[in-house]
């Protein structure tokens, strides 16, 4: 038996990992936590809101899925790797924000960190058991978004209802925002970059609107491999909840004979500056990304809740990241004043581009 703690157990990724616990006998879900939903009886502990890192001390998992969305997950993220406990991760803000932490936590706790981002559980799949040195680049793909093909000013007056609809995935409101101004890839990126140790400049993000390959690695003889599936992220949770042992899925087999399209294009940043935004965040290390992410959050808030324009949010992003220098965090407690300080500027910055 596996036991399980499910942090963000209401949300997307949350209620689709809770069918494919049910699915499988060997795992068990031993807690579970939302934000502000209520959770009674969905297993045996449960909280809302609060320090996770309480309920995941009492339950004592084996694994610790966080699907949480945001800044918030980052107490949980740092617990599991700590202690070593098994971290199956769906919130890519922790290990944005966080990654120095993260790391060292990773490395001195000794436990496992499988993805659950489906192009981080392509590329762990692809990388599994391969020496660094045989990569050449790793590619991460991205839809594109919505708002694919569209110039920048092609991108003044979208509302959030046009936001809010993806082509190819179906996911919380949040992300299904980064993935309209590609900030989501721009934090997969940074993502990328911690969990498998590879410098920015090998990692290269391409638009693949059919969402079929989820990564693909270049390695140094010229051979390239890719991970095709399509887009259900009950792949990916079920890969990181019964690793290694890829336990059966209720997913149809891909069928190479229905007529896929395997399209490739780069991305247009200048229509889509987070991705730069963020590859720049990324390089300029320390406390760069934790600002890039609170600013994220700040802008997509106030976007969502339909006062900031859509073009304000890499406007946000850029102008906090200029108003803050980087430092480095020594811990937790420095990251949470960072990302207070972050979220402080943006959302003055934002209550300016409001009025
Ligand atoms: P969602 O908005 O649907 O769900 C978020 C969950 O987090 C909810 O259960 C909510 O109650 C909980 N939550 C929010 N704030 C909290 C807090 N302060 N404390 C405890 N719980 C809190 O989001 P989602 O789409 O499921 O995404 C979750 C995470 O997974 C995000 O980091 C996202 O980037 C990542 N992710 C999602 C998908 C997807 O398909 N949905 C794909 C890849 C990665
Ligand atoms: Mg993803």
Redesign the pocket.
């Known amino acids: 038996m596996r036991r399980i703690a499910l942090?963000?157990?209401?949300?997307?990724?949350?209620?689709?990992a809770r069918e494919i616990i049910d699915g499988h006998p060997d795992l068990e879900l031993v807690a579970a936590?939302?934000?502000?939903?209520p959770i009674d009886g969905l297993a045996p502990l449960t909280?809302?809101?609060?320090d996770?890192t309480k309920l995941l001390e009492a339950a004592e998992p084996d694994v610790v899925l966080?699907?949480?969305?945001?800044f918030?997950?980052l107490p949980a993220t740092l617990w599991a790797l700590e202690h070593g406990v098994d971290l199956a991760l769906?919130?890519?803000?922790?290990l944005v924000a966080g990654g120095d932490l993260a790391v060292a936590a990773w490395k001195k706790g000794g436990g496992r960190l499988v993805p659950?981002?489906?192009e981080h559980s392509a590329a762990f799949q692809l990388l599994d058991g391969r020496a660094l040195e045989t990569v050449d680049t790793l590619v991460l793909t991205a839809s594109g978004g919505p708002f694919r093909g569209r110039s920048r000013r092609g991108l003044v007056g979208v509302t959030q209802a046009d936001a809010l609809v993806h082509p190819t995935?179906?996911?919380?409101?949040?992300?299904?925002v980064?993935s309209a101004t590609l900030m989501?890839k721009g934090?997969e990126l940074i993502e990328a970059h911690f969990l498998f140790g590879v410098g920015y400049e090998r990692i290269e993000i391409v638009v693949h609107p059919t969402s079929i390959v989820h990564a693909l690695v270049r390695f140094r003889d010229g051979a390239a491999l890719a991970h095709l599936g399509y887009p259900d992220?009950r792949v990916?949770i079920s890969y990181a909840l019964t690793y290694p042992e890829r336990a059966a899925t209720p997913i149809a087999p891909l069928d190479l004979a229905s007529g896929l399209i395997l399209e490739f294009s780069a991305p247009d940043e200048e229509a889509f500056p987070c991705l730069g935004l963020a590859r720049a965040a990324g390089e300029a290390g320390r406390t760069a990304p934790c600002i890039l992410n609170a600013a994220n959050e700040v802008a997509v808030a106030s976007f969502l809740d339909r006062r900031l324009p859509f073009l304000g949010i890499p406007d946000v992003v850029e102008r906090t990241l200029a108003a803050i220098e980087p430092a480095s965090a020594r811990d937790l407690d420095d990251l949470i004043a960072v990302d207070a300080e972050a979220r402080r500027v943006a959302g003055a910055l934002t209550r300016e581009l409001v009025h």
């Open positions: 942090l963000g157990a209401t949300g997307s990724i949350g209620r689709q936590a939302s934000g502000s939903q909280q809302v809101g609060g996770l966080n699907a949480v969305v945001g918030a997950g769906a919130n890519k803000e922790s659950v981002d489906s995935w179906n996911m919380g409101p949040k992300i299904t980064d989501n934090l992220m990916p």
